[in-house]
């Protein structure tokens, strides 16, 4: 059983970034971060794979950034140019399968990320 750790959520204002980090208690082959906003279903943020491939959703791309530090099983998200439709509780995710297992793997408990007008 792999457990993950989430830190580095809160408020920021528009435009501004924010660093999202993950420890994994395991070994895991992709890690990503989904985020859920009120009223919203779970989508997929941004995903690595163990040998450095990335995913991002189109609405982040060129703003979020996804890095691994494999010698600590730790994911980071970084976000910079904040935008209130970011504003969501983001989740990381883990699975020893492919990024197309990633919904169906280990989940933490949340972090919310809140941007002001």
């Known amino acids: 059983q792999v457990q993950l750790v989430e830190s580095g959520g809160g408020l920021v204002q528009t435009g501004g970034s924010l660093r999202l980090s993950c420890a994994s208690s395991?070994?895991?082959?992709?890690m990503g971060w989904y985020h859920q906003a009120p009223g919203k279903l779970r989508e997929l943020v941004a995903a690595?794979?163990?040998?450095?491939?990335?995913n991002y959703a189109d609405s982040v791309k060129g703003r979020f950034t996804i890095l691994i530090d494999h010698s600590k099983n730790t994911v980071y998200l970084q976000m910079n140019s904040l935008k209130p439709e970011d504003a969501a509780v983001y989740y990381c995710?883990?699975?020893?399968?492919?990024?197309?297992?990633?919904?169906?793997?280990?989940w933490g408990q949340g972090t919310q990320v809140a941007v002001s007008t």
């Open positions: 690595i794979t163990s040998g450095g491939g990335t």
């Open positions: 395991g070994r895991t082959n992709v």
């Open positions: 995710v883990a699975t020893i399968g492919t990024v197309a297992a990633l919904a169906q793997g280990y």
